[in-house]
Structure formats: structure tokens, C-alpha cells
Nanobody, 124 residues
Framework: EVQLAESGGGSVQAGGSLRLSCSVS????????IAWFRQAPGKEREGVAA????????FVRESLKGRFAASQDNSQSTLYLQMNSLKPEDTGTYSC?????????????????WGQGTQVTVSS
């Protein structure tokens, strides 16, 4: 059973930074996609960033480029989301998710294994 565990959330002031981590275990897929999502209060969940398991392409939501960056560790078992210059509108629950197959990882509609999420609160 795939398990994902997020950490690193917290409360920061606008302009601050946070680094989220997503630890992945229990998967048996050779290739997979892993992504970060977020959901603000009263809004739909949206994809933030995605990458594939074989060190290929990393995608960041266009509106977040320049402030957010995703990366993996060498073992591919942890996905990071570096968030800089945070704004109050970045507040929300951030979750990581995984799906088998390592192509089109920026298609955020087909992720089927989810972590519990970590809360990020940015105050003005």
C-alpha cells in the first residue's frame, strides 16, 4: 500500500519561506508521478507542482513559478516543495499525491494515492 506523509507546514508572515517534505513508501511501481496540491478554504484543490520518478521533468504551476520549486532526493523517496516569498493567498492545506506511470505528470486529474496534508498559513 502506498503511503505518503507530508511535513514542514506552519505559520509564517508574508514574504517568508517554508519547505515542505513528502515521504513516500510502499509503492511497487517502476515509474510514477508525484505531485503537490493545495486547497485554500472555500476553494477547489489545485495542482502546485509535479515530477516523475526517473529524474525527468519537474513542473510548477505557471502562476507560482519563480516562488515555488519542487525537487526530489537522490533515492526518489522524498519530494520537496520549496516555497519562497509567501503570500496570504498561499494559505491552505498542502498535500502530496502519487499515481503510477511516469508521463504527463502535470496532468493533475489522475492522482489516486494521497497523504493527509499539512497546513500552511501565511499572515499579512
Amino acid at each position: 500500500e502506498v503511503q505518503l506523509a507530508e511535513s514542514g507546514g506552519g505559520s509564517v508572515q508574508a514574504g517568508g519561506s517554508l519547505r515542505l517534505s513528502c515521504s513516500v513508501s510502499g509503492y511497487t511501481y517502476t515509474y510514477y508521478c508525484i505531485a503537490w496540491f493545495r486547497q485554500a478554504p472555500g476553494k477547489e484543490r489545485e495542482g502546485v507542482a509535479a515530477t516523475d520518478s526517473h529524474g525527468g521533468r519537474t513542473f510548477v504551476r505557471e502562476s507560482l513559478k519563480g516562488r515555488f520549486a519542487a525537487s526530489q532526493d537522490n533515492s526518489q523517496s522524498t519530494l520537496y516543495l520549496q516555497m519562497n516569498s509567501l503570500k496570504p493567498e498561499d494559505t491552505g492545506t498542502y498535500s502530496c499525491a502519487l499515481r503510477p506511470g511516469g508521463i504527463n505528470c502535470d496532468n493533475f486529474g489522475y492522482y489516486n494515492s494521497w497523504g493527509q496534508g499539512t497546513q500552511v498559513t501565511v499572515s499579512s
